[in-house]
């Protein structure tokens, strides 16, 4: 059974910093890109940052400069580093990638709030 766990939310001042991490089981993801996604109430949901599988990178721009997503294959795991958090940060945040097993699956994501 495939399932994608995200944890490392919470609620954290303006400037503040997070990591995010996203736990997969039931699949095998060292040869997929992964990413993680945001939504913020009333939006739709954007993509944030990905990590090929050779560990090539892309970000939105929202998020250059801030973020820094990473991966161990070795624990199935894909992390979110975030730093100088800002409220417009704010939202639920999950995380998916191409693997076949993950399409139309969300997991129950994690929420992060900025706010002081």
């Known amino acids: 059974q495939v399932q994608l766990v995200e944890s490392g939310g919470g609620l954290v001042q303006p400037g503040g910093s997070l990591r995010l991490s996203c736990a997969a089981s039931?699949?095998?993801?060292?040869?997929?890109?992964m990413g993680w996604y945001r939504q913020a109430p009333g939006k739709q949901r954007e993509l944030v940052a990905e990590?090929?599988?050779?560990?090539?990178?892309n970000y939105a721009d929202s998020v250059k400069g801030r973020f820094t997503i990473s991966r161990d294959n070795a624990k199935n795991t894909v992390y979110l580093r975030m730093n100088s958090l800002k409220p417009e940060d704010t939202a639920v945040y999950y995380c998916?990638?191409?693997?076949?097993?993950?399409?139309?699956?969300w997991g129950q994501g994690t929420q992060v709030t900025v706010s002081s």
């Open positions: 998916n990638g191409d693997h076949p097993a993950l399409r139309g699956y």
């Open positions: 039931g699949i095998i993801f060292r040869l997929n890109t």
């Open positions: 990590i090929t599988s050779g560990g090539t990178t």
